[in-house]
């Protein structure tokens, strides 16, 4: 996996940076290429000899002496991959506000690829706000956060901020390389927002989707090379990048705009929150009459039961908006239309579902198997949700070759 592959390891001065040797000598012994850069305060902890001796390249570490030899940007572009280990407070705050004021930030600037962070550091600095919100804050812009372990740290207190385990850290960057457009060649169609039903000329029936969920799915699909077609309802988050959108208003536009699309594609997303029922248009203003009024609902077509009725080779991945019996209901939607995995959220959780920026969902399949995960960004939702894709189409792949 690691093999002529180009890894860059920033170095930052904290006492774990003696556990990076580690981490360069078994990429090394992957046959990775590795470029390690360190910071003057790094190179207090460990020499630049251990590392440039371990990775079989001299150590970057300053911008004007290195110039001619490896530059910033040369070396941003030909990585598959970063890993900054350890990342001290400082750099963190640099990354998150965008400060490049020496070799190893300057770099994370000018990176494309995938970027994994290793904090460690004191507790009481590692808990201080203002580092879990510059965490928080890169980890939406697509870093990938290996959190610290609890223990005994180096200045004598107990608490989170022990580097990981130097195995966790090669674990994260496998998956991470392995992510790298693992969905090229795939036509990828999502979802999301709410659908609005119009009641007359000035008022809606409508639901609370951001469309936050089904365009982090969007942005990542893209991100791993599919094709992607990102229906949306309602929605006022910017469009990601190399994504072509389809804006919708009410679920019946949603159903032929997702039909148009449904036939080449390989992949479908259903994040959207799409009214059951809409209610009869009324083509003036309604006006107050007495203390009263009832409004006749009728169902909008059921547009993931549709497809599961059409599909042929199309994974189906839908959602469920629960806010009881949240697997029950789950399990019931998979078998009614016909998916290849459901992802049950509570949306009556006010930190997760419904416009927040995490979410914490358990995946069902068909089979009856079912699989929890913790709390996370939409993001790293729609990484998963996609690690899992990507394994059904493979699955459906051999079975094909073996038939
Ligand atoms: O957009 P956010 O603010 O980020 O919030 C995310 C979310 C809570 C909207 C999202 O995570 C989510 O749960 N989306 C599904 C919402 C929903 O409509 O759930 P449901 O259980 O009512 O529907 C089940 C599935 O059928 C969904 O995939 C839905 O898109 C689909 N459906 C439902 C009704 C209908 N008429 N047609 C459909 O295709």
């Known amino acids: 996996m690691l093999k002529d592959k180009t890894i860059i390891v920033g170095v930052s001065g904290g006492i774990a940076a003696y556990k990076v040797a580690d981490l360069v000598s078994r990429l090394r012994k992957q046959e990775a290429r590795i470029h390690v850069i360190m910071t003057e305060a790094a190179k207090q902890f460990i020499t630049p000899i251990t590392m440039s001796t371990l990775s079989g ?12 030899i490896v530059n910033h940007i040369d070396l941003a572009l030909k990585a598959d991959a970063m890993v900054v280990a ?44 203002v580092v879990q919100e ?65 009641l007359d000329p000035v008022r809606f029936l409508g639901n609370r989707s951001s469309g936050k969920m089904g365009f982090a799915v969007a942005k990542v699909a893209a991100e791993r090379g599919a094709e992607v077609v990102l229906v949306h309802a309602n929605t006022h988050l910017p469009l990601p ?28 997303v259903k994040a959207a929150a799409v009214a059951d029922f809409r209610p009869k248009m009324h083509a003036e203003k309604l006006k107050k009459q007495g203390n009263q009024l009832t409004i006749t ?51 009556s959780r006010p930190d997760i579902g419904f416009a927040s920026d995490d979410n914490q969902v358990t995946f069902l399949y068909p089979d009856g198997r079912h699989e929890p995960l913790g709390k996370m960004t939409k993001e790293a939702v729609a990484q998963e949700i996609l690690d899992r894709v990507v394994h059904i189409l493979n699955n459906k792949l051999s079975t094909e070759n073996e038939e």
């Open 57 to 68: 390249n001299p150590v970057l570490d300053d911008m004007f002496s290195n110039q001619g």
């Open 86 to 129: 350890p990342a001290t407070a400082n750099i963190i705050g640099k990354m998150a506000h965008g400060i490049a004021d020496d070799f190893l930030s300057t770099t994370v600037l000018a990176m494309r690829c995938p970027i994994i962070l290793a904090p460690a550091m004191n507790d009481r600095m590692y808990l201080n706000s």
């Open 134 to 198: 510059n965490l928080a804050l890169l980890q939406r812009r697509g870093f990938v956060i290996v959190q610290p372990e609890s223990g005994a740290l180096a200045c004598g207190t107990e608490g989170p901020g022990r580097l990981a385990p130097v195995e966790q850290i090669l674990k994260v960057l496998w998956t991470s390389l392995q992510r790298q457009q693992d969905l090229k060649g795939k036509k990828v169609l999502v979802t999301a927002g709410g659908t609005r039903e119009p």
């Open 241 to 268: 990048p190399q994504v072509r959108a389809v804006p919708v208003t009410t679920a019946e536009e949603m159903y032929h705009a997702v039909i148009k699309e449904f036939s080449d594609c390989d992949v479908v």
């Open 297 to 347: 609902l009728e169902p909008t077509v059921d547009i993931l039961a549709q497809l599961g009725r059409k599909k042929k080779k199309q994974v189906l991945v839908g959602f469920a908006a629960e806010t009881n019996d949240l697997l029950a209901n789950a399990r019931d939607k998979i078998e009614k239309k016909n998916l290849d995995l459901i992802v049950a959220n509570d949306v």
